[in-house]
């Protein structure tokens, strides 16, 4: 158990968005203690990053730690058609001349590490292992948690500002009733690693790979990682994949034969252990701060995993959500407004990035054929998959593309089909 019974900022979950909001309040000075439900390092799905992390990797200072880990460099996006068919893969560095040009395939149970001692190096108290039984924000707080370890020991804390990272448990979220799920966005993933799976080879660029099933109905990840295996997921309709019958390695073996792409990255390739399931369900919440509480990565939304965008945003909001606590601290003011002054800017970039995600889902929309139409808007789309959504006018690109997608969905466009 700890010692301190009181801090300034209590974090609970100790992911890439918690760990980096604890880091932000730490090093001002202030108590912060970091709890993590399971045993550090843990294991976790979401191993593709969007290149703009750098940014918050370079405020944390370990963008060399990155390289010294030795993850895959992700040097692009390439996208797999219903029918085979391979896209030119959009490479970030054609691109983009910054540092920031290159991003990373990484094994989470080490990134996550990383980014917790991270945390932990900055002067946050980290406790793993131990379970928030109870969140108790009171009006005026400080707010209680009642915490227990894998020994079954109960013990309270109290913080000024509670930071809610619980992932999808979203702890606050679903006590407050905050939480709004998009019901067009119910998906689910069936996901494993595997050796001996086709890499890039000859020197060609390792990219993720996003492969789309001859019905539509799902498409696989592949993620080529730096200790030879490739991550590999298939997500679709939580109807679709969980609720048709039949244990999710049969589920997974019957949509790798309706997936050319897969079939012929797979076909030297031995499954390593089982299989396993997440629920990806979509979602918002209606606000994401309120007196002595803030809500950060999944716990505040989470939107897809088609273009990596969950570790980014979580860092992203980690990192946003970390420096107005901090500010608050230091003047006295842990308001709703001022712990929520960043989540207007945030979402913001969301937004783009989500509708980038319901294009996809759209069974008339081709990646391909929009830019074969439209390549003015390549480096655009470019920009998008990077994750490349606060600066400029990342939202452009829908002056064209959601008029395309209506055309297509009528049956107007030949290239569309």
Not at 135 to 146: A, M
Not at 281 to 296: E, M, N, R
């Amino acid at each position: 158990m700890i010692a301190n019974r009181s801090y300034d900022c209590i974090v609970v979950g100790g992911g890439p968005g918690g760990s980096t909001a604890a880091a932000i309040v730490a090093e001002q000075g202030h108590s912060v203690l970091l709890i993590e439900r399971d045993t550090v390092p843990r294991e976790h799905v979401g191993e593709s990053l969007m290149p703009e992390a750098y940014w918050i990797f370079e405020r944390l200072g370990i963008v060399h730690e990155m390289d010294r880990v030795g993850f895959t460099r992700k040097h692009g996006v390439q996208f797999v058609s219903s029918s085979g068919k391979e896209s030119k893969p959009f490479i970030f560095a054609d691109h983009d001349d910054r540092p920031s040009k290159e991003s990373w395939h990484v094994k989470r149970n080490l990134f996550d590490k990383l980014i917790y001692d991270t945390a932990y190096n900055r002067g946050a108290t980290c406790i793993d292992n131990t379970r928030v039984v109870d969140i108790d924000i009171r009006k005026k707080g400080p707010h209680k948690l009642e915490i227990q370890t894998a020994e079954g020991k109960t013990q309270e804390v109290m913080g000024k500002v509670i930071v809610d990272a619980s992932g999808q448990s979203a702890m606050i979220a679903n006590r407050m009733g905050i939480k709004d799920v998009y019901p067009d966005l119910k998906k689910a993933a069936i996901w494993g690693y595997f050796e001996g799976a086709k890499r890039a080879g000859g020197g060609n660029p390792e990219v993720t790979c996003i492969l789309q099933t001859e019905s539509k109905d799902a498409w696989f990840w592949y993620i080529p990682l730096y200790d030879g295996t490739v991550s590999v997921g298939l997500v679709g309709d939580n109807e679709f994949l969980l609720k048709r019958g039949g244990a999710p390695q049969q589920t997974f073996e019957a949509e790798m034969k309706n997936c050319k792409g897969i079939q012929n990255r797979l076909a030297d390739a031995t499954q390593k252990g089982r299989l396993q399931i997440a629920k990806e369900f979509s979602y918002t919440t209606s606000t994401k701060a309120g007196d002595g509480w803030v809500l950060v990565g999944d716990a505040g939304g989470f939107i897809d995993p088609i273009y990596s965008s969950g570790v980014f945003l979580a860092l992203k909001s980690g990192l946003m959500a970390g420096e107005a606590v901090a500010e608050g601290l230091a003047k006295n003011d842990v308001s709703a407004k001022q712990l929520g002054r960043w989540e207007r800017e945030f979402e913001s970039g969301v937004t783009w990035i989500r509708k980038l995600v319901r294009a996809y889902y759209t069974k008339e929309f081709s990646i391909a054929a929009f830019i074969k139409e439209h390549p003015q808007h390549a480096g655009n789309l470019t920009d998008l998959l990077i994750g490349r959504v606060y600066e400029g006018s990342p939202g452009k690109i829908f002056e064209d593309m959601d008029p395309w997608i209506e055309k297509a969905k009528a049956g107007e466009l030949e290239t569309a089909k």
